[in-house]
Nanobody
Framework: QVHLEESGGGSVQSGGSLRLSCTTT????????MGWFRQSPGKKREGVAG???????SYADVVKGRFTISQDIAKNTLYLQMNTLKPEDTAMYYC????????????????????WGQGTQVTVSS
């Protein structure tokens, strides 16, 4: 079992930045990739960014060039640096871990990962 806990969410004005963190505990060696996802009220959850243990990344088009996913494997911590935030980025952000190579398609589609965190809220005001 893997436990994930997100932090770093908050409120920011349009054009601002936030960095999300996700710490993982438990059987972390059973997973080979991680990712960030988000969900707004009334919308389905969409993939934002993914990364595997080699450092290979994938991004949804709506965040490419503005968001950067990274990891510190020694600390079992995943990050999401979010720059040039827009009101439409407002959502609950979740981190997740997978036992397969997680890939985020350009339209945000993804295969469901194995473990999810509880989420952290990001609100961007105009």
């Amino acid at each position: 079992q893997v436990h994930l806990e997100e932090s770093g969410g908050g409120s920011v004005q349009s054009g601002g930045s936030l960095r999300l963190s996700c710490t993982t505990t438990g059987d972390t060696n059973s997973t080979i990739s991680m990712g960030w996802f988000r969900q707004s009220p009334g919308k389905k959850r969409e993939g934002v960014a993914g990364i595997d243990r080699t450092g290979s990344t994938s991004y949804a088009d709506v965040v490419k060039g503005r968001f950067t996913i990274s990891q510190d494997i020694a600390k079992n911590t995943l990050y999401l640096q979010m720059n040039t935030l827009k009101p439409e980025d407002t959502a609950m952000y979740y981190c997740a871990a997978a036992k397969f190579r997680l890939y985020i398609f350009p339209d945000g589609f993804y295969l469901p990962p194995n473990y999810w965190g509880q989420g952290t809220q990001v609100t961007v005001s105009s």
